[in-house]
């Protein structure tokens, strides 16, 4: 069965790729992974604002997954316990040469000049893609929601201009015209487009009055939100789509594909079911595919998309109707 795709440009044995977290930390959990048939691997955010890298000089000690994979305490941990530029940096060195699959970088940035300066720096590091995580809270009541996407969308620019490998935009659902933000994305030339990002859950300790957060792990209940994400765009813009967030099954994998994706992003089931579990969703693929006689992901990439399924709006009334 030919599962083979292509995401930002690079040629990929199937579409199950690592998303960006905690599993790529380990340099042993990271062969690991590559043994087991990860097609690419995203590393873990480098964020601008979080320059501690004395707070993670532990990290690097201790080259071990001490945590089990059905725990997954350390699926998104705390910005604090962010790499510094220069241990992040090395830990990249560090992978690519542990392994013979893309690794793509991820970044995190907070001003202009830094996210084109820390995407030269992952460059020159040796990363394959850059994939731009782009979030901005909003919460300032001064800036207009058009102020913000034509910052996002400046970023874009000056990233691509500024470095040789492709570029990726990892973004959130909470646009009041997604699809034109995206269509904008692409006109600036990014080479790939991922949805969505995933939040932290909020609280309030009234007690102590903290704030409190925590990210659980996803189920494939959170796709539902990413396929209509992905079939609005296929089709309408030439970057390559990624699903991140609720892919834990094959049949996600091709729910994901037949909306559009070129790739899926994976973390929480591989954390839930370790790295052998690519094993079982490429097995699991090819026994789909053989017994609804689809040869390639390719034959069906899209078909279920805005601009191929003969009735688009099944995907906006889906959304909003109540049933009484």
Same mark, same amino acid.
Request: contains cysteine; charged residues 20%.
């Given at each position: 069965?030919?599962?083979?795709? /292509? ?7 199937? *579409?199950?790729?690592? #998303? ?13 992974? $590559?043994?087991?048939?990860? !097609? ?11 320059? /501690? ?23 998104? *941990? ?6 510094? *530029? ?22 995190? %940035? ?17 990363? +394959?893609? @850059?994939?731009? &995580? ?6 300032? !009541? ?24 492709? @570029?990726?935009?990892?973004?959130? *659902? ?13 006109? @600036?030339? @990014? ?16 007690? +102590? ?9 996803? &189920?494939?209940? $959170? ?5 209509? %994400? ?14 991140? %967030? ?27 079911? #370790? =790295?052998?579990?690519?094993? /079982? ?16 992901? &390719? ?12 009735? =688009? ?12």
């Amino acid at each position: 069965m030919n599962l083979k795709t /292509t995401y930002l440009g690079i040629p990929l044995r199937h *579409p199950l790729v690592i #998303g960006s977290g905690s599993l790529t930390n380990d340099l042993e959990t990271v062969r690991e992974l $590559e043994d087991a048939g990860a !097609a690419a691997l995203v590393l873990r955010s480098l964020y601008e604002d979080e320059i /501690t890298g004395e707070q993670m000089a532990a990290f690097f000690h201790s080259e071990n997954y001490s945590e089990s994979f059905a725990e997954a305490a350390s699926y998104f *941990p705390d910005p604090e316990l962010a790499l510094g *530029p220069d241990e992040y940096l090395e830990h990249l060195r560090r992978v690519k040469e542990a392994v013979n699959i893309p690794v793509i970088a991820s970044l995190n %940035g907070t001003s202009a000049g830094g996210w084109v300066s820390y995407a030269l720096l992952l460059e020159q590091a040796g990363a +394959d893609a @850059v994939e731009l &995580d782009l979030y901005h809270s909003a919460s300032d !009541a001064a800036t207009s929601a058009a102020e913000v996407e034509s910052q996002m969308i400046e970023i874009v620019r000056e990233v691509k201009q500024a470095i040789g490998i492709p @570029v990726a935009a990892k973004i959130s *659902p909470l646009f009041t015209a997604f699809a034109n933000f995206a269509s904008r994305l692409d006109a @600036v030339g @990014v080479d790939g487009i991922v949805v969505f990002t995933r939040f932290h859950k909020l609280d309030i300790d009234v007690v +102590d009055l903290e704030v409190l957060r925590s990210l659980e792990l996803s &189920d494939s209940s $959170e796709l539902q939100l990413r396929l209509r %994400g992905a079939a609005v765009l296929a089709g309408r813009v030439k970057a390559s789509i990624a699903i991140a %967030g609720g892919v834990h099954t094959a049949l996600d994998v091709v729910k994901a594909t037949m909306a559009g994706a070129s790739v899926t992003q994976l973390v929480s089931c591989i954390l839930k079911n #370790g =790295p052998r579990h690519l094993r /079982t969703l490429r097995a699991e693929l090819d026994a789909w595919m053989a017994v609804n006689e689809w040869d390639s992901l &390719d034959q069906m990439r899209g078909n279920m998309s805005f601009e191929r399924i003969p009735n =688009p709006t099944a995907y906006e009334r889906a959304t909003y109707r109540i049933f009484h």
